[in-house]
């Protein structure tokens, strides 16, 4: 088998803080092939950011990072800083959260998709604004030669993200980081932003890393999915393997929390008792153990970190009862609603075992939410 | 934006002629008779009554203050303002003299405070808690709290007295008086040795708005440096260099050309300390003298000038910003 694109093993990040020291990411291992998308899972808090931000080394000083990130048979955690540059962009973009916040206020779009082409190559002026209107062409956003000279307070929130994608793409990346790229734009553009930005990548043979909280999107477009909570990842696999064979109580109470099409009207969504934790001071053991309705004292949830395992090929978790569970059925979210929790011991949600409506749809929440 | 312009410079008008309003309503409070000041020479004699009666008729001072008040504006408005009820000479006449010396002191001190401001205040936000920030840190708070005449005399004492009385180098050794012969290219630009004489004056003037500055320069660029479209101009491969030029000082400096444009226009009237410990002929002393004097036509005039220059800096601070942040749209308020 070829060499993955990129490959991130063992990545840990430690933050200084005045209260101490913040473990964000710890353990972390991923790879994406090219031309693939990646989807990596979780709440806020439980480093997905921050372990994207770490491949191109953006974040602040007090974070020190180890492990690996091979890029193209280079440690980019390593790289000196005329590498990292030509990397930033030119082979690995960023999509960000917030596209208002992200782009420079005072510069007009095109301008800041043509400094982003004449940062990585000779180009004219002109040729690069040529190349920003194709760009903005490209991602659908109508009079792109009039809109070259706007300013991003003069576009909607959908269309500033599709700038942000149009900038992204400039200067053909072979990967894509989109770092919850859909959460700060309206209910209504999601769809529209993340079906570009996948069709795009596809189009152009670009490999994409999406960062998300949201499962649904997940469902319809990632063909791997790593799950990530308090820093560690807890599930990785082939996005029908999480979905269908689930091997994580948490990845289960994710895949549980969202609203389905199949269910009954009115039925409650099942959300996750309790908080992520704190990274100040992560819960010893299986760091979901305190929010998690399987967890066993004796059997080690409470104390010992559980090894990642492989399930099936290609697919690992990490939880002490995976096997069991999974054997059960216990975490297979299309069973009958709330089933798995009735077996399980949680005062946090308590659902009436009168759904009778079992679960049959394949794709999780998919992106009708 | 012209209808801005013409609508702010509108205001000014206002905002001058209430001014001078207010003024005359004071002097007619203070009370006292300008005609028996002047003939009495400042209350030196005991004036002639004849002279005090000439001197009312030939200001209109024996008119009802109303008709006073009345016939001073339309005198104002034709761009006569009067003479001094002192020495006779023309509001223009000193205005002339006086303006030019506050002008260039204020000049000089601003661009002081903008390249020393901007300066230590960028450094100490770039190297954030080093010994550099340390340093301005301190001496900014230590600038910003010495007195102003406090901090002039002793700069006096030092270069102007002691420097002289202990044969300390030439260069070392500064005038302390006025701001120099009038040698001065493009209005602003000593020559010869004309240097010497402004830039003590300039740099007391400066101090506490020097500090000032660094500290928001450090603030703002702190805050910047934070905002997602720098990690976003990072993230584009763009240099450090780059970053720190194009996407944080563009938008830290947003509100410190704010704060420059505003402090050059109450530097021009309000460096009253600075002259008097320099003994500079400037708008503010001037200012102050007369209102001692029940000088009420130069008080009005050279007030109304300083008002002129602080609405006009004013104007062109928010015509700046407009252009400094897109986002800004002028006329739309």
Not at chain 2, 50 to 64: C, S, W
Not at chain 2, 295 to 321: A, E, F, N
Request: proline letters at 6%.
């Amino acid at each position: 088998m070829a060499r993955p694109l990129l490959e991130v093993s063992d990545l840990n990040v430690e933050f200084r803080t005045d209260d101490g020291p913040v473990q964000a990411v710890r353990g972390v291992d991923f790879s994406v092939d090219a031309g693939q998308v990646l989807a990596i899972v979780g709440e806020s808090g439980s480093g997905k950011s921050v372990t994207a931000m770490s491949i191109l080394q953006l974040l602040p000083p007090s974070a020190s990072i180890s492990g690996e990130v091979m890029w193209k048979g280079e440690n980019l955690l390593e790289v000196k800083e005329p590498r990292i540059r030509e990397v930033r962009g030119g082979e690995i973009s960023m999509i960000f959260q917030d596209p208002l916040t992200a782009l420079n206020p005072v510069y007009k779009v095109g301008d800041q998709i043509v400094e982003m082409i004449q940062a990585h190559g000779r180009v004219s002026r002109r040729d690069a604004r040529d190349r920003a209107i194709e760009m903005l062409d490209l991602v659908g956003i109508p009079q792109p030669a009039k809109r070259v000279d706007q300013y991003t307070h003069e576009f909607s929130g959908g269309m500033r993200q599709r700038a942000m994608i149009a900038m992204a793409l400039s200067c053909d990346p072979q990967l894509i980081i989109a770092d919850e790229p859909t959460t700060a734009l309206d209910v209504t553009v999601q769809a529209q932003v993340l079906e570009l930005l996948t069709d795009l990548a596809d189009r152009l043979d670009t490999a994409v890393v999406l960062i998300t909280h949201d499962l649904g999107v997940v469902a319809g477009m990632a063909d791997r999915v790593t799950v990530m909570y308090a820093g560690r990842m807890v599930e990785a696999g082939s996005t029908d393997d999480v979905f269908d064979g689930t091997g994580h109580p948490y990845t289960h109470g994710l895949l549980m929390s969202l609203p389905r099409l199949d269910s009954d009207v009115g039925a409650p969504l099942m959300p996750i008792g309790g908080q992520p934790p704190s990274m100040l001071s992560p819960p010893p053991g299986c760091s979901f153990h305190p929010r998690c309705p399987f967890a066993r004292e004796d059997l080690g949830c409470m104390t010992e970190v559980p090894a990642t395992l492989e399930r099936s090929p290609g697919h690992v978790s990490a939880c002490h009862r995976a096997d069991e569970l999974m054997a059960d059925g216990a975490l297979d979210h299309r069973r009958l609603v709330g089933a798995g929790r009735q077996a399980a011991d949680t005062d946090t949600v308590s659902v009436t075992d009168d759904g009778s409506a079992p679960g049959t749809g394949t794709e999780g929440g998919g992106l009708e939410r | 934006m012209g209808t801005f312009v013409l609508r702010r410079l509108f205001q000014l008008v206002i905002v001058l002629w209430g001014g001078a309003t207010i003024l005359f309503i004071l002097f007619y409070m203070v009370g006292g008779n300008p005609a028996e000041r002047m003939a009495s020479g400042g209350g030196e004699r005991n004036p002639n009554p004849q002279v005090v009666r000439n001197l009312e008729v030939r200001y209109g001072l024996d008119k009802p203050k109303p008709q006073q008040y009345v016939a001073h504006m339309s005198r104002i408005a034709r761009g006569d303002f009067g003479e001094s009820f002192r020495t006779r000479e023309p509001v223009v006449d000193i205005a002339k003299r006086r303006a030019p010396t506050s002008f260039r002191l204020a000049f000089w001190a601003v661009i002081i405070e903008g390249t020393m401001g901007i300066g230590s205040g960028m450094l100490s936000a770039r190297r954030r808690n080093s010994l550099a920030d340390v340093v301005t840190t301190i001496a900014a708070v230590v600038a910003s709290a010495i007195p102003v005449f406090v901090l002039g005399f002793m700069i006096k004492q030092l270069t102007g007295v002691y420097a002289y009385q202990n044969d300390w180098p030439a260069w070392a050794r500064f005038p302390t008086i006025g701001l120099g012969d009038n040698d001065w290219i493009f209005w602003v630009i000593p020559t010869g040795n004309t240097w010497k004489y402004v830039v003590q004056p300039a740099f007391v003037l400066a101090a506490v708005s020097t500090a000032i500055l660094a500290r928001i320069t450090r603030t703002s660029m702190l805050e910047t440096m934070r905002m997602d479209h720098v990690r976003t101009a990072r993230a584009k491969g763009l240099s450090e260099k780059q970053v720190t030029r194009k996407h944080v000082l563009r938008n830290a400096l947003i509100p410190v050309v704010t704060i420059l444009g505003i402090d050059f226009g109450t530097m021009v009237g309000a460096a009253i300390l600075t002259e008097t410990v320099f003994n500079i002929q400037g708008l503010g002393s001037q200012i102050v003298a007369s209102a001692k004097d029940l000088d009420m036509p130069v008080v009005i005039g050279l007030t109304m000038l300083v008002t002129l220059v602080y609405g006009t800096m004013s104007l062109l601070v928010d015509l700046s910003y407009a252009y400094l942040n897109p986002r800004v749209r002028l006329g739309d308020d």
